[in-house]
T-cell receptor, first 113, second 114 residues
């Protein structure tokens, strides 16, 4: 069975602090894709990043960075120097070679000014 | 606006009534998905279209739910005899046929069943 676990339900940080959002996935497939989406209060899911199972290279995009480790089935997301605008619910998702996406339950991040 | 659009944005209905939602995907996207999201949860897959063909349906999609994509462009999701448990955000997403490409989501239709 496929499953995505985001153990952190809610996180609060003070502005400019770094924060890491955890994501652990389960699948027996060898080919799969991992995603992070942001859902701000307006409700629309915004794509942040995609990784395929054969690419474990970590990625940095501005203040965002992602750490993909197949050995621990984790795909963690770090925001450096957090800002109030980062406040949102963040979802990790898994897609296999079929078309279903499996989403985690999300982590609600609040950045306090 | 070239993103995914959904109408209406909000729908309030009485239990037992039928409702229909519309999704207009990004024009060059041949794949279209419907999801349901309840409070505090991630989106749950409902169904998927490739062009006009409905290729996958979740067990969440009871016989009161039906989705169509008649010309391979916009899609409709109908819920018949609504129940209070149907209250949720209904999200539509689209993507190209390329295997690895991400889905682009619409703003959703929030359904409240009284």
């Amino acid at each position: 069975a496929q499953k995505v676990t985001q153990a952190q339900t809610e996180i609060s940080v003070v502005e400019k602090e770094d924060v890491t959002l955890d994501c652990v996935y389960e699948t027996r497939d060898t080919t799969y894709y991992l995603f992070w989406y942001k859902q701000p209060p307006s409700g629309e899911l915004v794509f942040l990043i995609r990784r395929n199972s054969f690419d474990e290279q970590n990625e940095i995009s501005g203040r965002y960075s992602w750490n993909f480790q197949k050995s621990t089935s984790s795909f963690n997301f770090t925001i450096t120097a957090s800002q109030v605008v980062d406040s949102a619910v963040y979802f990790c998702a898994l897609r296999l070679t079929g078309n279903q996406f499996y989403f985690g339950t999300g982590t609600s991040l609040t950045v306090i000014p | 606006d070239t993103g995914v659009s959904q109408n209406p944005r909000h729908k309030i209905t009485k239990r037992g009534q039928n409702v229909t939602f519309r999704c207009d995907p990004i024009s060059e996207h041949n794949r279209l998905y419907w999801y349901r999201q309840t409070l505090g949860q991630g989106p749950e897959f409902l169904t998927y279209f490739q062009n006009e063909a409905q290729l996958e349906k979740s067990r969440l999609l009871s016989d009161r739910f039906s989705a169509e994509r008649p010309k391979g462009s916009f899609s409709t999701l109908e819920i018949q005899r609504t129940e209070q448990g149907d209250s949720a955000m209904y999200l539509c997403a689209s993507k190209t046929g390329t295997t690895s490409q991400e889905q682009f989501f619409g703003p959703g239709t929030r359904l409240t069943v009284l």
